[in-house]
């Protein structure tokens, strides 16, 4: 990630947006739960345990150095993240914090 920003093409392989349709079929036989506001889903630099279905409010993408120099980007559902990373088992770069009124799924 050059000068903070996050590329576009590395923002793809982060997040994807979801059609109702896909949404619908990943969703399908999994228990969604509310997250509370502020709540990580995701570390960074960890490897996730798996991906993070959001399907209801936001999530911040967030990078950068300590709170005074963090940068973030917001991301409305529905979006699946972490998805790639985990499927290639490597560290997901970024932090990924639930923003408000946040129903989200572990997926495997």
């Known amino acids: 990630m050059m000068g903070g920003m ?3 093409r590395a923002q793809d392989s982060l997040a994807r947006r979801l059609t109702r349709s896909e ?6 036989r999994r228990r969604c739960h509310r ?8 570390y960074r630099d960890h490897i ?6 959001v399907v209801a409010g936001s999530v911040d993408l967030e990078w950068g150095g300590g709170m005074r120099h963090a940068r973030s980007i917001k991301l409305f559902a529905p979006v699946v993240i972490g998805e790639e ?3 290639q088992r490597r560290a997901f770069p970024l932090t990924v914090r639930a ?4 129903r ?3 997926l495997d």
């Open 85 to 87: 990373h985990l499927r």
């Open 99 to 102: 923003g408000a009124g946040v």
């Open 35 to 42: 997250v509370l506001e502020g709540r990580i889903l995701i």
């Open 23 to 28: 949404l619908n079929r990943l969703a399908a």
């Open 6 to 8: 996050v590329p576009e």
């Open 104 to 106: 989200a799924c572990h």
């Open 48 to 53: 996730p345990y798996g991906a993070m279905l």
